[in-house]
């Protein structure tokens, strides 16, 4: 046996007198002392057993951890990034929304400003038609009521109702009675344009009305609309404000658990140096040292009964 206790108390034996007698106290003596050790080694195995777990235990729970929060903040900032192409999109819309409504109000403007000069043209125009048909008919009805007037009968006409004085040449003295015939036309004329004019007026005002309410009505849905979306806007940078400080937190939370991480490391690599790293394992130890005390045991005995 190359055992180091063996070989001082072998030296021990040479240097005493009462050979069988020291050697048999030198030999308990080792037995006891092989004892000890196992019995210590046996306290440093449940030791190593119990740091050994307990480390590798927590290195696990901090990885696991690491990895939760590594998790949690890609999460986090996916959220993020999604919100703020929402606000992105929102905003375009909001953009779109008031670009149309101002296009649409200058073309109404411009639509109610062609229509009201349009109108007013019109009534203009139909003021005059209806005053100058007021003046022809004022001239033209009393200029025929003096012919159904001249259409009386005197006593002593002839078969035509006429009388000698009727017979007599036109001179230039008589009552002018006007054109009546030429006049009809003139005055059909100008009730056509009139009505021309009233239905212009008609139809005008009424278009007016209708563009302004379709246009009233697109003005309220796109006001809704950017309202809406402006709200929307507000609270989804309201939760970009709050996931940040969210942010802030994991990434301490992170910072922390590759911190425990990292201790957890370093000491099982102290207690792998203490408790794993020897050349002997400890089940090899103790088979050695087992065999070395039924050694010792059996060179006792022999020692002891060597006499018979």
């Given at each position: 046996?190359?055992?180091?206790?063996?070989?001082?108390?072998?030296?021990?034996?040479?240097l005493?007198?009462?050979?069988?007698?020291?050697v048999?106290?030198l030999i308990?003596?080792?037995?006891?002392?092989?004892n000890?050790?196992?019995k210590?080694?046996?306290t440093?195995?449940?030791?190593?057993?119990?740091?050994?777990?307990?480390?590798?235990?927590?290195r696990?729970k901090?990885?696991?951890?690491?990895e939760?929060?590594?998790?949690?903040i890609?999460?986090t900032?996916?959220?993020?990034?999604?919100?703020?192409?929402?606000i992105?999109?929102?905003?375009?819309?909001?953009?779109?929304?008031?670009?149309?409504l101002?296009?649409a109000?200058?073309?109404r403007?411009?639509?109610?400003?062609?229509?009201?000069?349009?109108v007013?043209e019109?009534?203009?125009?139909?003021?005059?038609?209806?005053?100058a048909?007021e003046?022809?008919?004022n001239?033209?009805?009393?200029?025929?009521?003096?012919?159904?007037?001249a259409?009386?009968?005197?006593?002593?006409s002839?078969?035509?109702?006429k009388?000698?004085?009727?017979r007599?040449?036109?001179?230039f003295?008589?009552?002018?009675?006007?054109?009546?015939?030429?006049s009809?036309?003139?005055?059909?004329?100008?009730?056509?344009?009139?009505s021309?004019?009233?239905?212009?007026?008609?139809?005008?005002?009424?278009?007016?009305?209708?563009?302004q309410?379709?246009?009233?009505?697109?003005?309220?849905e796109?006001e809704?609309?950017?309202?809406?979306?402006?709200?929307?806007v507000?609270?989804?940078?309201?939760?970009?404000?709050?996931?940040?400080?969210d942010?802030?937190?994991?990434a301490d939370?992170?910072?922390m658990?590759?911190?425990?991480?990292?201790?957890?490391?370093?000491?099982?690599?102290?207690?792998?140096?203490?408790?794993v790293?020897?050349?002997?394992t400890h089940?090899?130890?103790?088979?050695?040292?087992?065999?070395e005390?039924?050694?010792?045991?059996?060179?006792?005995?022999?020692?002891?009964?060597?006499?018979?």
């Amino acid at each position: 046996l190359k055992s180091p206790i063996l070989a001082v108390t072998a030296l021990k034996v040479t240097l005493s007198e009462d050979h069988f007698v020291k050697v048999r106290a030198l030999i308990r003596d080792l037995i006891e002392r092989l004892n000890e050790q196992a019995k210590s080694e046996a306290t440093q195995k449940s030791f190593c057993d119990k740091e050994m777990k307990a480390a590798t235990d927590k290195r696990d729970k901090e990885q696991s951890n690491v990895e939760d929060n590594k998790a949690k903040i890609s999460a986090t900032e996916a959220n993020i990034q999604q919100l703020t192409q929402e606000i992105a999109d929102l905003s375009r819309g909001i953009a779109d929304n008031k670009k149309a409504l101002k296009e649409a109000t200058d073309l109404r403007q411009k639509e109610s400003a062609e229509n009201a000069k349009t109108v007013a043209e019109a009534e203009a125009g139909k003021e005059a038609v209806e005053r100058a048909l007021e003046v022809l008919k004022n001239f033209y009805e009393g200029a025929a009521l003096l012919q159904r007037r001249a259409g009386y009968v005197p006593p002593n006409s002839d078969r035509e109702g006429k009388t000698v004085s009727d017979r007599a040449p036109e001179i230039f003295d008589s009552e002018y009675k006007g054109t009546q015939d030429a006049s009809k036309g003139i005055i059909g004329m100008l009730d056509v344009i009139l009505s021309d004019f009233e239905r212009t007026i008609t139809t005008v005002t009424a278009e007016e009305a209708e563009a302004q309410a379709a246009f009233d009505k697109f003005k309220t849905e796109n006001e809704k609309d950017t309202e809406t979306k402006e709200k929307s806007v507000e609270t989804k940078e309201a939760e970009i404000t709050v996931i940040e400080d969210d942010l802030v937190t994991l990434a301490d939370d992170l910072k922390m658990a590759e911190e425990l991480h990292e201790g957890a490391l370093k000491e099982l690599e102290k207690l792998h140096a203490t408790c794993v790293a020897p050349e002997e394992t400890h089940e090899e130890r103790v088979a050695k040292r087992k065999q070395e005390i039924e050694a010792l045991k059996e060179a006792h005995d022999i020692l002891e009964n060597w006499q018979g």
